[in-house]
């Protein structure tokens, strides 16, 4: 299949122009007249934590403790002191949300590490890690990527693919979420994604979004009686260029800022009360938010990555959960976007 061309689709400038009028009323924190937020200066972005190693998923608590996947660790807790406490071994952690029991649900990402891909959960009292799940249908997950907390405490969770991680602009849609009940009993609900990666519901689980990396796009799907989803559509449209079969060392050692600010590739995503669908574009080092109408409003960009050098995924916490929490991957850092907005609280924050 011939590549797109990079110029081609949707670059930075319309999503830009697609951003609210930034005059009059808006500040920093408030939403524009279309209920998106405004774009902030990257100045705005505060320091919590560095000197992890290749974080990837963040969650948080109300107490004002957050959680990061790190290399080296089954979960890393930063304390509201900001001292960091490693807890645990996990063979590949990357996406990671918290059960309504305050446990530490991981997914790992094994094909990284040449090691399977099991989905987790830490109590963080103790440090017990007990594996939830290893296979579906008999065959041994090796991506596990972003878990979600859905209905009567099931854990949603997506599957990127089941080889060569490296094609982040894969054309198999071969990525899946599963569900694992709190009796342990495991099904795949949705498939045929090309890159499932990041994940969330909405406010009654009516909806689940699920970050389509490869194609540049979220989906979103309809809950069905017996816990199924369906009725799937690409929400917000595009996000930026997502070129067929573009591989990580094309982007980083090919092309330049200018080029990766062109791609759309989302990866974590996180719901506000509002209804804007907040993604992070890893390779752009690019924060956006997508309205309930299917706008794009650019939140925070950094093309030159002063700050964010790949930005993962994102979380609400903070008072009144109106902070954003930022995985900056390449450089080992989180941040925090103070008065953001306000999230859609998780259901161990309910």
Request: charged share 20%; with cysteine; aromatic share 6%.
């Amino acid at each position: 299949m011939r590549r797109r061309s990079l110029l081609a689709g949707l670059p930075a400038l319309a999503l830009a122009a697609a951003l609210p009028a930034c005059g009059g009323r808006n500040r920093p924190g408030l939403e524009g007249d279309a209920g998106l937020p405004v774009p902030r200066p990257l100045s705005d972005l505060r320091l919590l934590a560095e000197g992890l190693a290749s974080p990837e998923g963040v969650a948080t608590f109300p107490d004002g403790r957050v959680a990061v996947s790190a290399t080296g660790a089954a979960c890393v807790l930063i304390e509201p002191d900001g001292a960091l406490r490693r807890i645990g071994q996990a063979p590949a952690p990357a996406g990671l949300t918290i059960d309504r029991e305050g446990r530490v649900i991981i997914a790992n990402f094994g094909l990284l590490h040449d090691t399977g891909g099991p989905l987790q959960r830490l109590d963080l009292a103790s440090g017990r890690l007990e594996t939830l799940v290893d296979a579906v249908d008999g065959r041994r997950l090796v991506a596990s990527n972003a878990p979600a907390i859905g209905p009567d405490g099931a854990i949603y969770c997506t599957h990127s693919t089941w080889s060569n991680p490296s094609n982040v602009g894969t054309t198999e849609p071969t990525g899946f979420v599963y569900r694992v009940t709190r009796e342990g009993e495991v099904s795949i609900v949705a498939d045929r994604i090309r890159g499932a990666n990041g994940c969330c519901f909405d406010a009654d689980f009516r909806h689940l979004f699920v970050a389509q990396t490869a194609a540049g796009n979220v989906l979103r799907y309809r809950r069905q009686p017996g816990g199924g989803y369906a009725d799937r559509q690409v929400w917000g449209g595009q996000l930026g260029e997502a070129p067929d079969n573009i591989t990580v060392p094309e982007i980083f050692e090919a092309m330049d800022a200018a080029g990766r600010s062109t791609l759309g590739h989302p990866d974590g995503v996180a719901l506000d009360v509002r209804g804007n669908l907040w993604v992070t574009l890893p390779f752009s080092n690019r924060i956006v938010a997508v309205s309930p109408e299917g706008r794009i409003a650019v939140v925070i960009d950094d093309p030159h990555a002063v700050h964010l050098q790949m930005p993962t995924n994102l979380a609400w916490g903070g008072r009144n959960l109106r902070d954003l929490y930022i995985v900056s991957r390449r450089n080992g850092r989180v941040y925090r976007l103070d008065n953001a907005g306000e999230g859609l609280a998780m259901p161990h924050w309910r």
